[in-house]
């Protein structure tokens, strides 16, 4: 028989990967994060409620559909969620990732999402909800504080905890200090949970977290361990 070479070729067949879409409301460092680690999964497009959100240049530089829904434009939430739920649902997404979405999603939208969508919130859950959370840390005199991603079900800020990575407060330590400290991590377990959610090692079941094929040490909470 006449011999031969098999040339193998690393094929990342992108049919079989999960479709996420990203929603933002601003800066966007958080979807970046995700971007940047270079996920074994699709990114279907990234969607705003600001037609000014600075992330939205940032995706269509590297070609990443985008899309506003203003939510200004409504004049109640029920009809901003149908809209935001309509053009989310154009692109079939497996998963939906909040990363600094700044709206109050109806009780309807997060159900119909249950289990598919997350969000990443600057503190350790399921203290500090809501907003200027460093701030209030620091008042209320914690020494640590953090950030944590979660399932998202109806209420703000609140749902099952996937993962939460903590930062320690040093006496002194000033606000914006605290608030680089909080978002280096943000950046660093954000990207982590959604591959963790794409490759179905975590999911929520009976309103519960399970996890898959993750180090027990490591299990939902990351500081400083981080496995892959
Ligand atoms: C982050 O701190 C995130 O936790 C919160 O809003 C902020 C968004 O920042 N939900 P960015 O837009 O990802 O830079």
């Not at 479709?19 to 996920?39: T, Y």
């Not at 939205?56 to 029920?78: D, G, K, M, S």
């Not at 289990?115 to 640590?144: C, D, K």
């Not at 399932?151 to 200090?177: H, K, L, R």
């Amino acid at each position: 028989m006449a011999g031969f070479t098999l040339l193998t070729t690393k094929i990342t067949d992108e049919s079989k990967m999960k479709k996420i879409v990203i929603l933002i409301s601003g800066r966007g460092s958080n979807m970046e994060a995700i971007l940047n680690a270079n996920l074994p999964v699709a990114i279907a497009a990234v969607i705003s409620n600001e037609p000014d959100a600075k992330g939205l240049a940032t995706a269509q530089a590297r070609n990443i559909p985008t899309a506003v829904v203003p939510h200004r434009a409504f004049t109640n939430r029920e009809d901003f969620d149908g809209v935001l739920a309509m053009e989310i649902n154009r692109y079939q997404p497996d998963f939906i990732v909040l990363a600094g979405f700044m709206r109050v999603l109806t009780e309807e939208f997060a159900e119909r999402y249950s289990g598919r969508m997350i969000n990443i919130h600057p503190s350790l859950l399921p203290s500090f909800p809501g907003l200027h959370t460093h701030q209030r840390a620091l008042e209320a005199g914690v020494r640590v504080h953090g950030c944590t991603v979660h399932f998202v079900t109806p209420g703000v800020d609140i749902g099952p905890i996937i993962v939460q990575a903590v930062v320690p407060v040093p006496a002194g330590v000033d606000e914006d200090t605290l608030a680089t400290r909080v978002l280096a991590e943000e950046h660093r377990i954000y990207p982590q949970a959604v591959r963790w959610l794409c490759e179905g090692r975590v999911q929520l079941v009976d309103g519960a977290v399970v996890y898959d094929r993750i180090a027990p040490a490591c299990g939902g909470v990351i500081s400083p361990a981080l496995d892959e």
